[in-house]
């Protein structure tokens, strides 16, 4: 049973830091890319960042720079650290987990939304 648990959500002033985290559980995360997407109100779902098996990390380009992908496998845990967040970054943020790009036509890209077979609950961020 796969599971995708997200934390550290909440609300924080423009220019603020948040950490999410993710702890995934039931699957093999050695086949499969991590990765964080969000959706705002009104807004599709998009891709912010997602790391493949061999530790290459794809971000928006609306976040690069402020936010960082890293993830601790002994843990078998997913972070997201947010700097200097604004208050376009307002967003339901879900932690996802999809087949690794590596092979496939996404390699390098983000991958569509349908593409990621795990979604975690989502955690709110808003920045205000």
């Known amino acids: 049973h796969v599971q995708l648990v997200e934390s550290g959500g909440g609300s924080v002033q423009a220019e603020g830091s948040l950490r999410l985290s993710c702890v995934a559980s039931g699957f093999t995360r050695s086949r499969y890319c991590m990765g964080w997407f969000r959706q705002a109100p009104g807004k599709e779902r998009e891709g912010v960042a997602v790391?493949?098996?061999?530790?290459?990390?794809i971000y928006a380009v609306s976040v690069t720079g402020r936010f960082t992908c890293s993830k601790d496998n002994a843990k078998n845990t997913l972070y997201l650290q947010m700097n200097s967040l604004k208050p376009e970054d307002t967003a339901v943020y879900y932690c996802?987990?999809?087949?690794?790009?590596?092979?496939?036509?996404?390699?390098?890209?983000?991958?569509?939304?349908?593409?990621?077979?795990?979604w975690g609950q989502g955690t709110q961020v808003t920045v205000s």
């Open positions: 996802v987990a999809g087949l690794m790009l590596g092979g496939s036509d996404y390699y390098g890209r983000f991958p569509p939304a349908g593409y990621l077979r795990y």
């Open positions: 790391i493949d098996v061999d530790g290459s990390t």
